[in-house]
Antibody
Framework: QIQLVQSGPELKKPGESLKISCKAS????????MQWVKQAPGKGLQYMGW????????TYADDFKERFVFSLETSASTAYLQINNLKNEDTATYFC?????WGQGVMVTVSS | DIQMTQSPASLSASLGETVTIECLAS??????LAWYQQKPGKSPQLLIY???TLQDGVPSRFSGSESGTQYSLEINSLQSEDAATYFC?????????FGSGTKLEIK
């Protein structure tokens, strides 16, 4: 069946970087775009953007045009979210999603 | 960006009752609306897409409708497992945007 399996929780300090993975299975990876969504603790869902899995072209929502990078490793059916220069407000769960299928989410904590 | 105004923020209802959650789009989204259910610590689960099409495996007590730019999610015959937060999302135009969520408590 279609699955998106994300990497494990992260604890980072402000100013550090991290890279989250989202491994897809059960379908042809390049047939569907991959979306990214942020959910801060106790808050709603915030759409971060998407990456075209055929071309690798990312599109970012306005709040995520700096410090955030979407990338792919097509041979491994894996999408990545990199966050640079982490800030406390990046503390959140990050989801990848393909259509109706979502990953389990990665909890990221940024604290000094 | 298209704004999705969701109401109410929370509601409490008894087993067997019917509840309605609404989302108002800031412009015409041509029925390109999805409803999600999210339980604590879990990822959102798709209930309805294209405003009124039930996702496979979702109980028929969930239904979606629209009137102009107002979209509604109705849950009939509330069950205890329906306690969750519900979100709408427009998928008409990028960036895709979500409503702020409705937390449903079952009395």
């Amino acid at each position: 069946q279609i699955q998106l399996v994300q990497s494990g929780p992260e604890l980072k300090k402000p100013g550090e970087s991290l890279k989250i993975s989202c491994k897809a299975s059960g379908y042809t990876f390049t047939d569907y775009a991959m979306q990214w969504v942020k959910q801060a603790p106790g808050k709603g869902l915030q759409y971060m953007g998407w990456i075209n899995t055929q071309t690798g072209k990312p599109t970012y929502a306005d709040d995520f045009k700096e410090r955030f990078v979407f990338s792919l490793e097509t041979s491994a059916s894996t999408a990545y979210l990199q966050i640079n220069n982490l800030k406390n407000e990046d503390t959140a769960t990050y989801f990848c999603a393909r259509g109706s299928t979502w990953g389990q989410g990665v909890m990221v904590t940024v604290s000094s | 960006d298209i704004q999705m105004t969701q109401s109410p923020a929370s509601l409490s209802a008894s087993l067997g009752e019917t509840v309605t959650i609404e989302c108002l789009a800031s412009e015409d989204i041509y029925s390109n609306l999805a409803w999600y259910q999210q339980k604590p610590g879990k990822s959102p689960q798709l209930l309805i897409y294209d405003a009124s099409t039930l996702q496979d495996g979702v109980p028929s007590r969930f239904s979606g409708s629209e009137s102009g730019t107002q979209y509604s999610l109705e849950i009939n015959s509330l069950q205890s497992e329906d306690a969750a937060t519900y979100f709408c999302q427009q998928h008409h135009d990028y960036p895709l945007t979500f409503g702020s969520g409705t937390k449903l408590e079952i009395k």
